[in-house]
């Protein structure tokens, strides 16, 4: 039985989620171990979230093939790749790969999940209307960045399996952010109460009295704060994420129509599929799933890359 498998029962009585638990109070904050209502309380915003995160990782698009042929025939292969060799690169230059080929040195394959940025430039270049070739025409390219595989494996399930558990600790990591900005706000205040008092000195009455009312709304704030952060409170921040994790972590879908260079076109006949993840990080990554083979090959064979990165 897998991780994700024994993490993701919904049964009640499953001693198996408790490591799932585990692992989320860990990462918000380990002091939450002592506060009342643990584990128990945790264990319905933590299936749910385990389970939304296991969806969202299961229909994530793909695996699209990444060889040569696939450049040449695959149309989204062609518009996130400037050329063959890009891939091979992006493959060769990526530290989870490095680490499953030390890890998996008998694996001819592997199925990982891509991530790249997707950016738009406005350039003037040639537009073919009817049969007049229009110069000057204001072109919009679409391009690809940042190429990044995470969660290699040797198998399509496993390297969900592991997306899976990589959605799920982005969202814990939503849930431990609200308790950090109330952390910051109460620090914040506190520096804000500790330099108003030392202005009480030397101070006119009228000022000592307007800067006592400051200090008492501060005091309040503070107090308010403080009960934010009773760690038996946190529970809350969990459900709060957890019951809604749509809101902190998903797919968009966008449909553009691109010819060879990667221009877009009116035409919304041949439309390309791309998946936006978001909330993942600060930025929004185009991702799908894809397979290789032939990896850590020494020779090329019919559809692999050069010597240098062979896939």
């Not at 891939?87 to 060769?92: D, M, V």
């Not at 530290?95 to 950016?119: C, Q, T, W, Y």
């Not at 008492?216 to 503070?222: G, H, S, T």
């Amino acid at each position: 039985m897998g991780l994700l498998t024994r993490l993701f029962t919904r049964n009640e009585s499953d001693p198996e989620i408790l490591p799932a638990i585990e692992r989320a109070v860990a990462r918000v904050d380990a002091n939450l171990v002592m506060a009342g209502g643990y584990p128990e309380k945790y264990r319905k915003p933590v299936e749910t979230g385990l389970e939304y995160a296991r969806h969202l990782a299961s229909i994530l698009p793909g695996p699209v093939t990444l060889d040569r042929k696939s450049f040449a025939t695959d149309p989204l292969v062609h518009a996130i790749f400037p050329d063959p060799d890009s891939i091979s690169e992006t493959f060769r230059e990526s530290h989870s790969m490095i680490d499953f080929r030390k890890e998996n040195p008998e694996s001819s394959e592997v199925f990982a999940l891509m991530g790249m940025r997707r950016m738009e430039k406005r350039r003037m270049g040639y537009e073919l209307s009817g049969d007049l070739l229009k110069r000057d025409s204001m072109q919009k390219v679409v391009y690809f960045t940042s190429h990044t595989i995470e969660n290699p494996a040797g198998s399509e399930e496993r390297s969900r399996d592991l997306i899976g558990l990589s959605f799920f600790d982005s969202l814990i990591a939503s849930v431990a952010k609200r308790m950090n900005r109330r952390r910051e706000e109460m620090s914040r205040l506190s520096s804000e109460k500790d330099l108003l008092a030392s202005s009480l000195h030397g101070t006119d009455p009228a000022e000592r009295e307007r800067i006592g009312r400051e200090l008492e709304r501060i005091v309040r704030e503070m107090q308010q704060c403080a009960q934010s952060l009773d760690l038996r409170q946190a529970v809350s921040d969990f459900e709060e994420v957890l019951f809604h994790p749509e809101q902190y972590l998903g797919l968009d879908r966008t449909e553009l129509s691109l010819d060879g260079m990667g221009i877009r076109q009116q035409e919304s006949g041949n439309a390309i599929v791309f998946n936006d993840l978001f909330g993942y990080d600060r930025r929004r990554w185009t991702v799908t799933m894809v397979h290789c083979s032939q990896i850590g090959t020494e020779s090329a064979t019919p559809g692999a890359f050069p010597r240098k990165m062979a896939i």
